[in-house]
T-cell receptor, first 115, second 111 residues
Framework: ETGVTQTPRHLVMGMTNKKSLKCEQH?????MYWYKQSAKKPLELMFV???????ENNSVPSRFSPECPNSSHLFLHLHTLQPEDSALYLC??????????????FGSGTRLTVV | DAKTTQPTSMDCAEGRAANLPCNHS???????VYWYRQIHSQGPQYIIH???NNETNEMASLIITEDRKSSTLILPHATLRDTAVYYC????????????FGTGTRLTIIP
């Protein structure tokens, strides 16, 4: 366990389904992130939340909708996904300098398959 | 973030030191060098970071050249569990500056 917990670990959903990915951290970090990792591609940053406010949205389609209700929880709501959205979705948290190393702590990810 | 260049893949014999190079010739004065690794189908794991001095922790050592244009991550006694993709990233270390991953080096430890 890294201190960042993601659920579920695996998810299979149809293109018309609505599902949510959950991320939880109890490290006292003040920022949380969603990354996407498709097969044989580098990790892609999707969303950044700092102090519960979204500070970055990297041109992610609207079928992905993040939510950060408090500093410990982050959600990614999914609806009307496409098969090409199948990937490993990773959550991370960090504590900004100077109190932290600047390093990110990642969860183990949710392996999403869209059928 | 400054761009980094790493070899696509490397092999290392179990028990030997694994030396992973990284070039970052356009690094700025306030940018740190970070190393992460990702074991298959898991989230990346922080290893070590440094600015200009060499650093060592329980996982690895980081050697940064005097001109800071390149660095080497050293795993002193590689084990099979060190097989992973290793990412070298340069970024400033303030606030929650985003972490941008490249393709990394796939390190395979050979029994």
């Amino acid at each position: 366990e890294t201190g960042v917990t993601q659920t579920p670990r695996h998810l299979v959903m149809g293109m018309t389904n609505k599902k949510s990915l959950k991320c939880e951290q109890h490290l006292g970090h003040n920022a949380m992130y969603w990354y996407k990792q498709s097969a044989k591609k580098p990790l892609e940053l999707m969303f950044v939340y700092s102090l519960e406010e979204r500070v970055e949205n990297n041109s992610v389609p609207s079928r992905f909708s993040p939510e950060c209700p408090n500093s410990s929880h982050l959600f990614l709501h999914l609806h009307t996904l496409q098969p090409e959205d199948s990937a490993l979705y990773l959550c991370a948290s960090s504590q900004g300098h100077p109190t932290g190393s600047g390093g990110y702590t990642f969860g183990s990810g949710t392996r999403l398959t869209v059928v | 973030d400054a761009k980094t260049t790493q070899p696509t893949s490397m092999d290392c014999a179990e028990g030997r030191a694994a030396n992973l190079p990284c070039n970052h010739s356009t690094i700025s004065g306030n940018e740190y060098v970070y190393w992460y690794r990702q074991i298959h189908s898991q989230g990346p794991q922080y290893i070590i970071h440094g600015l200009k001095n060499n650093e060592t922790n329980e996982m690895a050592s980081l050697i940064i050249t005097e001109d800071r244009k390149s660095s080497t991550l050293i795993l002193p006694h590689a084990t099979l569990r060190d097989t992973a993709v290793y990412y070298c990233i340069v970024r400033v270390n303030f606030g929650n500056e985003k972490l941008t991953f490249g393709t990394g080096t796939r390190l395979t430890i050979i029994p």
